[in-house]
């Protein structure tokens, strides 16, 4: 068995300039976006994850991988206290999965090149909480949903305008059946 030389085929990285680390942060944004829609997330959810990602590094200041946990506590603690909780839960995700995609891809590049080992700051202790209320959701029981389409199926008959009603109906009952996400639901356009 012979030993052989191993060389990493990459180019050294080194951000010593302002504008390196603005061009790197670039192009690990552009390959955020690119991961999450072959991941087939929706363009909007994207857009939002970035929006919430780029102003965390406009407030920060810095680039995220300096960001430690005490860092997103003054974040989240000042910065958005006033924000109702269910706002804080929306960007808190996007950030979850940015670092966890700087963790998996870049970890070993980032730290190459600048020297800092990428973790999340967002733990068990500062991530923000939903109200209760979205976090327990209850459907309907079989006959609790039974008894909605079959009162509103008898109230058709006497509706002002037949046609709009039926429609509605239908698409709630098919929507009852099939389950879609809310997301999936405002797609939907009326023709």
């Known amino acids: 068995m012979a030993l052989a030389v191993v060389r990493d085929l990459r180019p050294d990285l080194r951000l010593e300039s302002a504008e390196e680390v603005a061009a790197f942060e670039q192009d690990l944004l552009a390959e955020f976006v690119?991961?999450?829609?072959?991941?087939?997330?929706?363009d909007d959810t994207i857009r939002a994850d970035v929006g919430g990602v780029l102003g965390l590094r406009e407030w920060f200041g810095r680039p995220l991988w300096e960001m430690q946990p005490q860092d997103l506590d003054r974040y989240f603690g000042r910065h958005r206290r006033g924000s109702a909780p269910g706002t804080k839960v929306r960007p808190a995700a996007a950030f979850a999965v940015y670092f966890e995609f700087l963790e998996l891809r870049h970890k070993a590049t980032i730290h190459a090149a600048t020297g800092v080992v990428v973790e999340s700051p967002l733990d068990e202790v500062n991530r923000p909480r939903?109200?209760?209320?979205?976090?327990?959701?209850?459907?309907?029981?079989?006959?609790?949903?039974?008894?909605?389409?079959?009162?509103?199926?008898?109230?058709?008959?006497?509706?002002?305008?037949?046609?709009?009603?039926?429609?509605?109906?239908?698409?709630?009952?098919?929507?009852?059946?099939?389950?879609?996400?809310?997301?999936?639901?405002?797609?939907?356009?009326?023709?």
């Open 34 to 42: 690119l991961a999450r829609a072959s991941a087939g997330v929706l």
């Open 130 to 191: 939903g109200g209760t209320a979205s976090r327990l959701r209850i459907p309907p029981s079989a006959e609790e949903a039974a008894r909605l389409f079959s009162g509103w199926r008898e109230d058709m008959e006497a509706a002002r305008k037949y046609a709009p009603a039926a429609r509605n109906y239908t698409a709630a009952r098919l929507t009852s059946l099939i389950g879609p996400r809310i997301s999936e639901l405002c797609l939907l356009r009326d023709r």
